[in-house]
């Protein structure tokens, strides 16, 4: 285990990090429930064409900036709490690393598997090994640039699962051989990695959006946050509470909108992409640090409860939403609604998601509930508490 100077730093939990995940799960949602449904319809507007679309479709449609924000949050609390763990015991358990993972991942995603696999009634391309061996990603990608194969919404939307098992993977093996200058300079080394693949894949925004090493940028932006907010967290909390919470969240906003601009200009002119990555890795991280320093402020996202304690739902919801959607589209269809009407899509959708999340409440009490209290015996905090 290499050495490191750290700073003590007793957080293990960070209720305002619960806020970012349910804005974070707003943007799949939106997009597969919201903007689907109606991207043809308002395509027609005269009045909507250009920025005006282009501004819709990045507030309700972009459900992979929803995404990318989540992989920075697991690379920032992972690492995070490696080196807490580092701290408080001494070492750091790969053994139980892997179990908690393997708890609080593994449930939903094969209960997705064993579902899609075993009763859909409908026709797949997939094949199972690569969701066997957490490769989802890859299986989309052969299936979008493979003339005549169909992917399938309801499996799909699992290539992120994968990508973040490949980190759970990899990450922890870097800690263990290298320490935490491993954390350090690892972070730096798949930032760069995933930043040159940007500019590789440029040309295939499928695979530049999917493939494993360009999505490193937004995680490993995560992890070089934890190893610094660790070891020096006072370098981060004293300019920002320097400008104060007002001017904090204006400037959240600005960068939002600047996250936007730079996104609609690489629509125009492909050389903006390699910008757009970096520039979304970084508004994931100022969201999630500025968040954190002011987690006690009382117009912090971690003070909007409901916020906070719908979190918990965040990834049963994201699992199960396609699934429900699939079945109700069935079950109205078959009694008639005509799915060419508004309204007719609206109560589907409404229906979806109200469905959804009373799935996702019972998965979380039941299935995840119970795997979730074993997590806790291979933690090495005992009062921890989270959803990572």
């Known amino acids: 285990m290499g050495s490191g100077t750290l700073v003590s730093n007793s957080k293990a939990h960070f209720s305002s990090l619960d806020a970012v995940r349910t804005f974070a799960c707003f943007f799949p ?3 597969h429930l919201l903007w689907e449904v109606s991207v043809d319809r308002l395509a027609a507007q005269p009045d909507l064409q250009g920025l005006p679309m282009a501004v819709l479709a990045f507030l309700f449609g972009n459900g992979i900036f929803g995404v990318r924000l989540f992989m920075a949050m697991s690379g920032f609390l992972i690492t995070y709490l490696m080196l807490r763990e580092l701290e408080s015991t001494g070492g750091f358990s790969l053994r139980n690393f892997y179990v908690r993972r393997i708890l609080r991942i593994w449930p939903c995603y094969f209960i997705v598997l064993g579902y ?3 009763f859909y009634p409908g026709h797949l391309d997939e094949r199972l090994w690569p969701y066997l061996f957490f490769l989802p990603n890859f299986e989309l990608l052969r299936l979008t640039h493979t003339p005549g ?10 290539w992120s699962v994968g990508i973040e098992e490949q980190f759970y993977l990899i990450w922890p093996l870097v800690f263990v051989f290298f320490g935490v200058v491993g954390l350090r300079w690892g972070g730096v080394l798949f930032w760069l990695l995933a930043w040159a693949s940007q500019f590789y894949y440029w040309d295939d925004v499928v695979t530049w959006s999917n493939h494993t090493i360009p999505c490193f940028l937004y995680i490993s932006s995560g992890t070089l946050l934890g190893c610094l907010y660790y070891a020096r967290p006072q370098a981060l909390e004293r300019p920002l509470r320097g400008l104060g919470y007002g001017l904090v969240m204006l400037l959240t906003l600005l960068f939002f909108g600047l996250m936007f601009w730079i996104g609609y200009w690489s629509l125009e002119n492909k050389l903006w992409m390699p910008i757009y990555g970096p520039f979304t890795a970084f508004f994931c991280c100022w969201l999630m640090i500025s968040q954190i320093v002011y987690q006690h402020h009382r117009f912090s996202w971690g003070r909007i409860k409901p916020m906070v304690n719908f979190s918990k739902y965040t990834y049963g919801l994201y ?3 396609r699934i429900v959607q699939w079945w109700l589209v ?3 269809g078959r009694l008639g609604l005509d799915f060419r009407d508004p309204t007719s899509l609206a109560i589907v959708n409404g229906s979806t998601l109200v469905v959804a999340c009373l799935v996702s409440y019972l998965s979380f009490h039941t299935v995840e509930g119970y795997f979730m209290k074993k997590k806790h015996l291979f933690s090495p905090f005992a009062k921890a508490k989270g959803h990572v």
């Open 29 to 31: 949602i939106s997009t």
């Open 116 to 118: 899609m696999f075993g």
């Open 149 to 158: 194969l169909v992917t399938n919404s309801q499996l799909s939307l699992l």
């Open 319 to 321: 699992m199960y939403h």
């Open 330 to 332: 069935q079950g109205f």
